[in-house]
Each structure stands twice: as C-alpha cells, then as structure tokens.
C-alpha cells in the first residue's frame, strides 16, 4: 500500500509530482473538465499502471494532454480543420482524435491509429505537463464505471493507498469531461467539382458544443454511440462509450414527464428506499422523500454539469437508497452532455411518464366517423382503427375455430377462408348470436388495442384517436380520456352504408336495426359532432374539437 499525498499545488507539489512521472509512476491532476491520473507518455510500463489502477479495459484509448502547439505537431498529424479548432478552442474541453505519430505506443491509443489530444484549460494542468516536458496521458482520475472525479476527495475516495499523490486544484469548474471529436475528411460532389472537406463526428459531448463547433465546420454529426446504446456488433466510433458508466450503486431512472407528472409519478412508486434527483428549487415538493438530490438549475444546463458527477457519488455512498427517480435535463447545448452522462448513469433506462391523450371516437355505421378520422390523420393524429384490428383478429385460427363451432360451417367458403357476409346477417339476425360474436371478439380487440397504445407512446405521440364503433358495447371507453360520438340522420345514414358496403337496402335496415339510437350516445359520449351539413363543416368541426384538446394537454401539462 502506497501511502498517498493529496496536496495543494504549491511550487514544491509541482516539483515532486514531475519527479514521481518521470520516474514512471502515476499522479492525478486537477484539469477544468475532470480529475484525471496522469503518466509520462513515452513510458508504456507507467501507462500500463494506469489501466492497473483504474480496472480499465486495454482497448480504451487514453487521452493525451499536451501544454503547447510542438507537442500537438510531435505526436499527431494535424489536418487544417485541427490546426483551426486548436487555435481557437484550447486550451479548452474539447478533444481531437487524429492520426498518431509512431511516438505514441498502442498501449495508450488502446491498438487504435489514432489518438485523442486535447490541452486543457486549467494553470495547474499546463504547468505540471510543461514542467515534466512531456505530453501526459489522462484518463479521468476514477475506478472504471464509478462517476468522474471533480474533486480532490472523489479521487482519494477511488485511489487512496493505490497512487502517491493527488493535487488539489479544487473543485473543477465544467465538471464533466472534455468533448470527444474525430474528424474525416468528406467527399463533396458540387455541380462541377468535387472538393475535400472536412467533417466533424461528436463521439462524446461536452462544454464545447456542436454550435461551437460549427463556427468551424459546415458540418457537425453527432456519433453513433451518444445517444442511443449500441449493439454489441455495432462499431462505436469511441470505445469509452460502449462501457457502462457512470453508473452508481443504485438503481438510477430518468423519467421523461414534465414537473408535475414526475411528481404524481414519484408520490405513485416512491417506498422508504426511493430517492429523487431533481433541478435546484424543487425540492420543497419532496417532503415525504428522505433522500433528495438536486444537480443545478433547470434551464441552466451548465450549473446541471457541474454537479451530476458528485450528485451521483453522493446517491453511491448512500446505501439506504436503493433506487432513484431522475428529472430528464433538456438535451440542448451544453444539456447534450449531461444528459449523455445520466443517460448511462441509469444504465439507459428512461420511463416516459407522458400518456397519450386518448380519445375515443364512435358512432353509428354512415355516421361520417370516418370522414372525421381521415381529417385528422390528414393532420397528423394517430388512429387506432378498430374495425381494421377486427378484421384481422377474426382471421386467428383460434377465433375462427370458437365461431365455426358456434355458427357451423356455413361461415367458411370451401377454401377456408371466412365467408364474412355470411357471418354478419347470421350474427345481426339474432340477439343472442351477436352477444355470441362478441364475447369472443372484444377481448381480443382490446388486447391489440392496448399493444398499439404503447407503441404509439413509445413513438411519442401525445394524441390518439380510438376509432370505434362499439367504444361502449367493447368497454374500449375505460381507456379513454374523452368520449367522441359522430351522429347523422337515420334516412342518410342508410343511404351511405349501402352504396358504401354495396348491401341491399334491406341488408342495410337489418344492419342498422341492430345499432343504437342517436340517444344512445349523445347519453354516454363527453362530445358529440352532428354531421348535419356538409363535408367541409364535418371537417371543420373535427378540427376543432383536436384543437380544444390539444389545449387541454397543455393546461393539464402546467403545475
Ligand atoms: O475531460 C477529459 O477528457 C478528461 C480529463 C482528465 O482531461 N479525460 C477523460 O479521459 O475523460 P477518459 O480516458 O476517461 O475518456 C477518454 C474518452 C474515452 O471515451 C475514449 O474511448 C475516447 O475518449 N478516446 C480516446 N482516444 C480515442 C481515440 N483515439 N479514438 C476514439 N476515441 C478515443
Ligand atoms: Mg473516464
């Protein structure tokens, strides 16, 4: 066991720490992103100590920090756009993959041609590089998967008896670490020529942001591995991304809601283990919760970075806390970062707690419900169709089999197929024959129904429309948070359905007689549409009933 330092970066510190490095060993440095557990650059037996140390897998690149623009051009062939971010950006938090220079071993490039230099903005980093004269790989100065250190103590937490010394340069200023950047070179086909140029892929986001970037460079990608968790077979373009991270003990969710539906969502599923992790100023909303964490202010995604990591090593040391509820930050700027961080911080796990709006739309067969759906799938609101999932469900084996039993084998054409006419003036004939009917096909309904929902709310919608005609009769109505009947006049109604269904005009009596009255649903329904006029105010009045709605949502959505 080593006995380890933590000192302030005194002239004396800096001296010592350049002898511990050049004499192969590891000190962990202040930088203004993260700590991180430096080593000389050209000594691979030290490099390797740091991988030792931190329980890091060999095939994750180090970054090299450098203190001057010779040992950028000494270890690393440096494109134009390079030079220009360089020039520009650093010292700074942002970190350029390039092509290596043979100087650089595949111990710290973890096998890769590349490797990742950066040069930070922090005095104590620049003069502890400058003073030992060589570039000084970093990675951030914690166990592997624990979150990064931004304080002196967070690392002695991590290595304390493991390295000699540790400089206290105080608490860093961005708080999570640099921005990862590789850049290409692409293929511009213009009308007449075809021109180089060079890209920019964000692998990691940090404080500096693609719009920073993009002061440089027409075009800015965000990688692969940023927002999304990758398929093992999937290439990711930076390894440290494929590594679970960040992740305390407990078990971290981020909720996707705004306020007041991550309230009614904690006041729900919160037990005496749950802790919460929310923006500055909402804590007074917790009092019943023992455990409560906040990581910066709302709308200031800089304040957010640069308290997650020690929020997350706080929620660690806390073994009462089993699980933790987290308000999503904004992904925007600087939020892009920390919602990287958190992101794999709760192992990628998000709950969206924004139910769709569900609206359940019905009405007599000829009534002009379908003419109100497709006004409203013209502007873009989900449908449920029930009549189309009723189609298919009837052709299950197991549903045909339940209705051949009961109907015989008059319902099937010789091939096998369903003979649906048959079945329809077989079933509306008789009362007893269509509660038959029924009982087999409304559950099964029901259960496609709800399947859609979810995929719809996973899709992010935020309304859907539940087009059926039996809403009340399937009890598909429970389902829903606002009833919608579109009723019309018997006369017309007849008149539709057989040129529509192209049935006799007695088929369609028979039809009708087994539907309900107006009263029917004008008694159930929250709002009923009468289709009394044309075509155009059918459309009009469908629009605005969504519109209403859709500032419903937005009144309800407000704490
Ligand atoms: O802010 C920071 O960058 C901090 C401080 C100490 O400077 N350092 C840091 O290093 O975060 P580390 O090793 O924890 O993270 C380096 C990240 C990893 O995700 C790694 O995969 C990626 O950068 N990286 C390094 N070299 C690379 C390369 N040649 N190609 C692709 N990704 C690379
Ligand atoms: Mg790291």
Known sequence: MKKTVLAKPTKEIIQKAKELILSGEVVAMPTETVYGLSANAFDDEAIKKIFIAKGRPQDNPLIVHISNM?????????????????????????????????CISEVVSGGLDTVGVRMPNHPVALELIETCGVPLPA????????????????????????????????????????????????????????????????????????????????????????????????????????????????????????????????????????????FENEESMFEDIEYVYT???????????????????????????????????????????????????????????KNPYIVGLTGQTGSGKSTVCKALTDRGIAIIDCDKISREVINKAEVLEKLVDYFGTGIMYADGTLNRRELAILAFS??????FLNSV???????????????????????????APTLFESKANVLCDK?????????????????????TKQEGKIRMKAQHTNDFYTDRCGLVIENDGDLQSLEQKAVRVIDSIKQEIQEKSQI
């Open 441 to 467: 096909m409304y559950p099964q309904i029901t259960k496609v129904v709800k399947e859609q929902i979810s995929k719809l709310k996973e899709k992010g919608e935020n309304i859907i429309i539940l087009d």
């Open 139 to 278: 990675p951030s100065a914690n166990i592997s998967g624990k979150p990064s250190p931004t304080k002196a103590t967070h690392v002695l937490d991590d290595f304390d008896g493991k390295i000699d010394l540790i400089i206290d340069g105080g608490e860093c200023e961005v708080g999570v670490e640099s921005t990862v950047i590789s850049i290409q070179q692409e293929n511009i086909e213009s009308e007449q020529l075809s021109v180089h140029e060079e890209r920019i892929t964000i692998l990691r986001p940090g404080a500096i942001t693609a719009n920073d970037l993009l002061e440089y460079c027409d075009r800015v990608y965000v990688g692969n591995g940023v927002l999304n968790k990758l398929d093992e077979n999937v290439k990711v373009q930076s390894p440290g991304m494929k590594y679970k991270h960040y992740a305390p003990n407990a078990q971290v969710i981020m909720l996707d809601g705004n306020f007041k539906e991550f309230c009614d969502y904690v006041y729900k599923n919160a037990d005496e283990n749950t802790g919460v992790l929310v």
């Open 483 to 503: 009833t919608i009947a579109v009723i019309a006049d018997k006369e017309v109604r007849l008149e539709r359905i057989v040129k529509r269904d192209n049935i």
């Open 295 to 353: 990581y910066g202010r709302e709308d200031d995604s800089l304040s957010q970075a640069n308290k997650l990591f020690d929020v997350l090593r706080q929620i660690d040391k806390n073994e009462k806390v089993s699980r933790v509820f987290a308000r999503m930050p904004k992904k925007q700027g600087v939020g892009l970062a920390v919602y990287n961080r958190l992101l794999r911080a709760c192992g990628f796990k998000i709950e969206k707690l």
């Open 70 to 102: 010779e040992q950028l051009e000494k270890i690393a062939y440096v494109t134009p756009l390079a030079k220009k971010l360089a020039e520009n950006l650093w010292p700074g938090p942002l970190t350029m993959v390039l092509k290596k220079k043979d």
């Open 430 to 435: 008789d009362e007893e024959n269509l509660i």
